[in-house]
């Protein structure tokens, strides 16, 4: 029975990345119609667009797969497609809190899953506006050490013309950190170096962390599962800090 037992659990983990993978493909497609619809499907004069689909070609969403979004999204179909940016604010276990990005075609749905997965999963609805000063748009880097040091890319950067905040050790990356405004010219600071990183998105960053026990984060990581898994949902954003001690009491789990 073991080998039996080593299989679900490999089929479980397997069906989890595969489900991760789809969404991440479907985040990409979006994106794509959404610059498309708001700039026309000719990427040389969409600079949105133009970004939008060589982001879903480096996280290797199928061409096919882009080329129609493109076109669905310019109306090229006969489809219209129109989605709305909306920001839910939550609250969670101790005094925790979240921002949830979503990109939607119907409000209502959003609204009602979003809520739902919120409620029933610990979390509260904070009033509108009452979380989100807790954090700032900043436009972040993940870019993997590879035996680089913060000098490394700090002198590409810099050398490249573009202007970093700070960039923070995270382990095996370094996060860059920059003002939204300048998040392309930090990426392409980078490109220009051969430097290979990650991601470059614009997100939400906490003014300050909660720390939480053993409880409260699994109780946070259960409600943002939940969001996470919802199809309107692009992003997840919280304040939370898991110490290290935890974290490992977790892996036991």
């Given at each position: 029975?073991?080998?039996?037992?080593?299989?679900?659990?490999?089929?479980?983990?397997?069906?989890?990345?595969?489900?991760?993978?789809?969404?991440?493909?479907?985040?990409?497609?979006?994106?794509?119609?959404?610059?498309?619809?708001?700039?026309?499907?000719?990427?040389?004069?969409?600079?949105?667009?133009?970004?939008?689909?060589?982001?879903?070609?480096?996280?290797?969403?199928?061409?096919?797969?882009?080329?129609?979004?493109?076109?669905?999204g310019?109306?090229?179909?006969?489809?219209?497609?129109?989605?709305?940016?909306?920001?839910?604010?939550?609250?969670?276990?101790?005094?925790?809190?979240?921002?949830?990005?979503?990109?939607?075609d119907n409000k209502?749905?959003?609204a009602?899953?979003?809520?739902?997965?919120?409620?029933?999963?610990?979390?509260?609805?904070?009033?509108p506006?009452?979380?989100?000063y807790?954090?700032?748009?900043?436009?972040?880097?993940?870019?993997?050490?590879?035996?680089?040091?913060?000098?490394?890319?700090?002198?590409?950067?810099?050398?490249?013309?573009?202007?970093?905040?700070?960039?923070?050790?995270?382990?095996e990356?370094?996060?860059?950190?920059?003002?939204?405004?300048?998040?392309?010219?930090?990426?392409?600071?980078?490109?220009?170096?051969?430097?290979?990183?990650?991601?470059?998105?614009?997100?939400?960053?906490?003014?300050?962390?909660v720390?939480?026990?053993?409880?409260?984060?699994?109780?946070?990581?259960?409600?943002?599962?939940?969001?996470?898994?919802?199809?309107?949902?692009?992003?997840?954003?919280?304040?939370?800090?898991?110490?290290?001690?935890?974290?490992?009491?977790?892996?036991?789990?």
């Open positions: 029975m073991s080998g039996h037992s080593k299989w679900a659990t490999t089929k479980h983990k397997k069906a989890a990345i595969d489900a991760k993978r789809a969404k991440a493909f479907a985040q990409f497609i979006k994106k794509i119609e959404v610059a498309a619809r708001a700039g026309g499907a000719d990427m040389a004069g969409n600079p949105g667009l133009e970004l939008a689909v060589s982001k879903a070609k480096k996280n290797s969403v199928p061409i096919m797969n882009i080329d129609r979004a493109v076109k669905r310019a109306g090229l179909t006969g489809e219209v497609v129109d989605y709305t940016e909306i920001i839910y604010e939550a609250r969670g276990p101790q005094g925790s809190a979240l921002l949830v990005e979503c990109l939607t209502n749905r959003a009602s899953e979003t809520r739902v997965a919120i409620t029933r999963n610990g979390g509260t609805i904070a009033d506006g009452s979380v989100q807790l954090f700032a748009r900043k436009g972040i880097v993940v870019a993997p050490k590879e035996e680089r040091s913060e000098d490394d890319l700090l002198e590409a950067i810099l050398e490249g013309g573009a202007d970093a905040e700070e960039i923070q050790d995270a382990g990356n370094f996060v860059i950190q920059s003002e939204p405004t300048d998040l392309r010219a930090v990426a392409e600071a980078l490109d220009a170096a051969g430097i290979h990183y990650e991601t470059d998105e614009v997100e939400f960053i906490p003014s300050m962390k720390e939480l026990d053993l409880d409260g984060a699994r109780k946070f990581l259960k409600l943002e599962e939940a969001l996470e898994e919802l199809d309107d949902v692009q992003s997840v954003y919280s304040n939370v800090e898991i110490p290290a001690e935890v974290l490992a009491q977790l892996e036991e789990d």
